[in-house]
């Protein structure tokens, strides 16, 4: 849920970017994101830098740190192992046609 203030802006297009974003370069086979921009009576909210990405990116990888503490796995091949290659679909169900090498 993202605060876009009390007046219209492009709240809603931040909170588009976030659940785009929201699975990070990660396979998830199976994914579910909803995103709900909600209007507040704080000032108006929008992007700067980043445009959703940069809050996405630090809550996936937030949660990849502690899904590897958990199995007991180093937080880098956690990553490594997940990491989405070529043929591979994004969240947002765009396919990666050539991962870099």
Not at 3 to 21: N, W
Request: hydrophobic letters at 45%.
């Amino acid at each position: 849920m993202g605060d876009k203030g009390a007046f219209a802006s492009v709240g809603t297009k931040v909170l588009e970017r976030a659940a785009g974003h929201a699975a990070g370069p990660y396979r998830v086979p199976a994914v579910d994101i909803e995103s709900v921009a909600v209007y507040t009576n704080n000032l108006p909210c929008g992007a700067m830098r980043g445009f959703g990405a940069n809050q996405a990116a630090f809550a996936v990888e937030s949660m990849i740190d502690i899904l590897a503490q958990r199995v007991g796995l180093d937080a880098w091949e956690m990553r490594w192992r997940n990491a989405i290659d070529s043929g591979d679909t994004f969240c947002t169900g765009q396919v990666l046609e050539h991962a870099p090498v």
